[in-house]
């Protein structure tokens, strides 16, 4: 669960890209937090997800180096669906 705190000082940071849609979702929560003289917080949440995400590639990296898997798991992509919680467009 993301956190509603006071700002602080900024720590590492990490870029991503999402959805037009996701992003104006997510801009329209950072007015409205704002507003209230609050920040939205995502860094325990996305440091545990992050985590689990460089464990995962952590044990890949190391199966394609002892040859117990291919290098063409390293192209694998995911594909998400377009719109996963049915919000209207």
């Known amino acids: 669960m993301a ?3 006071k700002k602080n000082k900024r720590r590492h940071r ?3 890209t999402m959805s ?3 992003h104006e979702r997510y801009t329209s929560y950072q007015v409205r937090a704002k507003n209230l003289g609050l920040v939205i917080n995502f860094s325990n ?4 997800w992050f985590n689990i995400q ?3 590639i952590g044990h890949e990296l190391n ?3 002892t040859g117990q898997v291919g290098p063409e798991l390293v192209c694998e992509t995911k594909e998400f669906p377009d719109n996963p919680y049915g919000l209207e467009q």
Request: glycine residues 0%; charged residues 35%.
């Open 54 to 56: 460089l464990d995962n």
């Open 14 to 16: 990490i870029q991503f």
């Open 20 to 22: 037009c849609e996701l």
């Open 3 to 5: 956190l509603i705190t």
């Open 45 to 48: 949440d996305f440091e545990e």
């Open 63 to 65: 199966r394609i180096e």
